[in-house]
Antibody
Framework: QVQLVESGGDVVQPGRSLRLSCAAS????????IHWVRQAPGKGLEWVAV????????YYADTVKGRFTISRDNSANALFLQMDNLRPDDAAVYYC??????????????WGQGTLVAVSS | DIQMTQSPPSLSASVGDTVTITCRAS??????VAWYQQKPGRVPKCLIV???ILQSEVPSRFSGRGSGTDFTLTISSLRPDDFATYYC?????????FGQGTRLEIK
């Protein structure tokens, strides 16, 4: 069965960095784009970033562009989100979510359970 | 960037009612809209893709319509398990924007 398991969430001070990971299993990871989606406490879903199946194409929400970097290691079935210069409004549960198979257009059919990032001095 | 405007923000209904949630895109996005259900403390669940195609095991009382800029999610014969928050999302291209959400509450 498809599984996505996030890790790396923590409490960090504003301006510091954090790296999130997402371990995938149960499907051919290298064939799918993968996204990060976040949800601040009591708020709605916010799309953060996507990386193509081969890692060559990346897109970011304007709110994180220039501060966050998405990457993947297909040999390890792993996705990453490097978050630099964190701000209080980056505090949220961060989900990794499967996207479309290469060449297709599709939303998020599988989600991880999320990892919590808190940003506080 | 294309905006997704979802309405209403909240909705109060009774078991057995039929409700409709609307999502409007600021530009034509063809049929590339998904609808998600999220219950408190739970992960979002994809209900509908391509505006109207139900995901497997989603009850037929859920239905989606629309294309271009206007989309709807209708839930017929509401059951207690349906009271949750619902989100639309565009996925034709990045950014994959979500609507603001609609909280469906029991009257």
């Amino acid at each position: 069965q498809v599984q996505l398991v996030e890790s790396g969430g923590d409490v960090v001070q504003p301006g510091r960095s954090l790296r999130l990971s997402c371990a995938a299993s149960g499907f051919t990871f290298s064939r799918y784009s993968i996204h990060w989606v976040r949800q601040a406490p009591g708020k709605g879903l916010e799309w953060v970033a996507v990386i193509s199946h081969d890692g060559n194409t990346k897109y970011y929400a304007d709110t994180v562009k220039g501060r966050f970097t998405i990457s993947r290691d297909n040999s390890a079935n792993a996705l990453f989100l490097q978050m630099d210069n964190l701000r209080p409004d980056d505090a949220a549960v961060y989900y990794c979510a499967r996207g479309a198979i290469a060449g297709a257009t599709y939303p998020h059919d599988y989600w991880g359970q999320g990892t919590l990032v808190a940003v506080s001095s | 960037d294309i905006q997704m405007t979802q309405s209403p923000p909240s909705l109060s209904a009774s078991v057995g009612d039929t409700v409709t949630i609307t999502c409007r895109a600021s530009q034509d996005i063809s049929i590339y809209v998904a609808w998600y259900q999220q219950k408190p403390g739970r992960v979002p669940k994809c209900l509908i893709v391509d505006a109207s195609i139900l995901q497997s095991e989603v009850p037929s009382r859920f239905s989606g319509r629309g294309s271009g800029t206007d989309f709807t999610l209708t839930i017929s014969s509401l059951r207690p398990d349906d009271f949750a928050t619902y989100y639309c999302q565009k996925y034709n291209s990045a950014p994959f924007t979500f609507g603001q959400g609609t909280r469906l509450e029991i009257k």
